[in-house]
């Protein structure tokens, strides 16, 4: 070892040396004429270069772009060194050539007129010579939409004509269009291909062009049962064209719980609220889904709702979903609404449905006279919905915008006597990225009843962390509201936000002709850990005579996480 470490530290010093005195040479290209010399400096260069091949590499690709301009003539001479690291380059450049008179095939002739018609004979076309390298460009792009990529065009036999004109033709070799007509699955080959066909957009055969695997991807990224682990790609034999998928299942159940305290303005001791929400979705890897979601104030109100769906039935873009709610105000009263819906997925991010509901409420008292606006009641309605979403890739806004529009319509029944009644369900919401750490949250959530009559136990109950902020859960009644959420998000970075609080809720209590209106406002903040979600909120109500009161502030947290 002893041995080698003399030359070994010899070596490191040669290379040293080498490196340090390596060389920085400068060129300067000069033209026959000043015209020609005002071209030449248009072209960009490099301001040093390594060597003399570097040189020589890099004059050959200015006389490319000179020959691209017209000037077919153009030829450089050998570098020559004026002192030690200078050198001069002098380019004769010769006439420019302005137009090329093309014969364009019949086959490609479609391809270069305004009008969709394959004459029997070739067609001649004026060129720009500027402008030949594009034109070729857009011509292969538009034979690779109708034909296999692998077809050829090139412009061949250029030759000069009369000055400043040339002429060439193009030749093709047109092959037929491919077609994609095998699917093969890497990672999660488990997938329902419904869910592929019907919300992905992947409807084989179809046809392969350069542009028709990008948006493919797009949309099979809007669906939440899998990643795609790498771009979708293709593999061409001589009689089949396959196309690969590479995803990676999705961990999709999530459970979303908060836990709210606040101050009782009646016992002055502490009272808790909350809800609970769990999602388990695709576990059969059908795109199925059920929901279980519990709310309660801690005191008088419980409410429980069970949704299940099953998309795609026979692989068809139709499916089906039932709805259970149940209400409970203390031993008053019980609210139970049962519905049943067919759904069509439309395209990926789109989808319909239309179907029956039944609301039934019934008192747990016999005697109801202390309840106010208060029946027993039961009313069908048909239903009619739109539901449209998109998703961006960011973990802690993964929503870009939703909106979800329900129709009702039907009778109620109270004491044998029938009323027609309508209801109207509206929820939105878009998130702004105003720039990469600002975003501007935004949503609406609109409901009417129509009808002077409305009871308490029909009414909409709102308030809480996933309505108006800085109320408690469901205290609210309404017979037509519409409430508006905002949030100023300040995004750390992609794992932590801050944001302020801004809700206002317009309404109309039951049986009131006239308008109330409620206002949130606070701060909050989220983490995204490994855990899940983690959220914080404090919020103080006003209404038109509140004062500002700490004590009355709620404080929620609430915490999601997938699994």
């Given at each position: ?392 890739d960011v973990a802690l806004f993964p929503h870009k915008y939703s909106l979800g529009i329900q129709g009702a319509f039907g009778q109620r029944t109270i004491n044998l006597i029938e009323k027609n009644q309508m209801r ?140």
């Open positions: 070892m002893t041995f080698f470490k003399p030359y070994l530290f010899l070596g490191l010093v040669l290379c040293i040396q080498t490196i340090s005195f390596g060389q920085n040479l400068t060129v300067t290209y000069s033209a026959s004429s000043t015209k020609n010399q005002e071209i030449l400096n248009a072209i960009e260069t490099k301001r040093a270069y390594a060597s003399i091949r570097d040189i020589n590499n890099e004059t050959k690709a200015i006389i490319e772009q000179l020959q691209m301009l017209g000037y077919i003539d153009a030829v450089s001479g050998l570098p020559q060194n004026i002192n030690k690291e200078r050198y001069e380059v002098l380019i004769r450049m010769g006439e420019q050539w302005q137009t090329i008179a093309v014969t364009i095939p019949a086959a490609l002739t479609p391809f270069v007129q305004s009008e969709n018609k394959s004459p029997a004979k070739d067609t001649l076309m004026m060129i720009p010579v500027k402008y030949a390298a594009e034109f070729m460009e857009q011509l292969s792009y538009k034979v690779a939409q109708e034909y296999d990529p692998f077809s050829e065009i090139a412009l061949r036999l250029l030759e000069k004509d009369t000055f400043p004109q040339l002429k060439g033709s193009i030749h093709a070799k047109l092959y037929p269009k491919r077609i994609m007509r095998h699917l093969v699955i890497i990672g999660y080959p488990e997938v329902s291909k419904a869910i592929l066909t019907h919300q992905g957009g992947l409807k084989l055969p179809m046809n392969f062009g350069p542009d028709a695997l990008a948006p493919l991807d797009k949309k099979l990224n809007q669906i939440p049962y899998f990643n795609i682990t790498k771009p979708t790609e293709t593999l061409f034999e001589e009689e089949a064209t396959t196309l690969y998928l590479y995803l990676e299942k999705k961990n999709n159940n999530s459970f979303d719980g908060l836990l709210g305290f606040a101050t009782d303005p009646e016992t002055q001791q502490l009272s808790f609220n909350g809800y609970l929400t769990i999602d388990l979705s695709n576990n059969l890897d059908y795109g199925e889904e059920l929901n279980i979601d519990f709310k309660g104030d801690g005191q008088e109100q419980q409410r429980l709702g069970l949704k299940a769906k099953w998309p795609y039935l026979f692989e068809a873009p139709f499916g089906i979903s039932a709805e259970l709610q149940l209400f409970r105000k203390d031993s008053s009263f019980t609210t139970t609404q049962k519905a049943l819906q067919i759904d069509y997925q439309q395209k990926s991010n789109v989808s319909w449905s239309i179907g029956h509901k039944t609301i039934e409420s019934n008192s747990g008292l016999q005697n109801t006279v202390n309840i106010p606006d208060f029946e027993n009641f039961k009313t069908r309605l048909w239903l009619a919905g739109l539901q449209i979403y998109e998703k961006q109207f369900h509206l929820e939105g919401m878009y998130t702004f990225a105003l720039s990469k750490h600002h975003l501007l949250y935004v949503k609406n959530t609109t409901d009417y009843i129509s009808g002077n009559d409305i009871k308490t136990n029909e009414a909409y109950r709102f308030g809480g962390i996933q309505s108006l902020r800085g109320f408690n859960e469901n205290t609210i009644e309404a017979s037509a509201m519409t409430l508006i959420n905002i949030e100023y998000r300040l995004a750390f970075n992609d794992q932590f936000y801050l944001h302020h609080i801004s809700d206002v809720a317009f309404f109309r209590p039951p049986n009131s002709t006239s308008n109330h209106w409620l206002l949130g406002l606070g701060f909050g903040m989220a983490s995204l850990t490994k855990a899940g979600l983690f959220k914080l909120q404090i919020a103080q109500g006003f209404d038109q005579n509140n004062r500002f009161d700490i004590s009355q502030s709620k404080v929620h947290i609430a915490f999601a996480t997938r699994f």
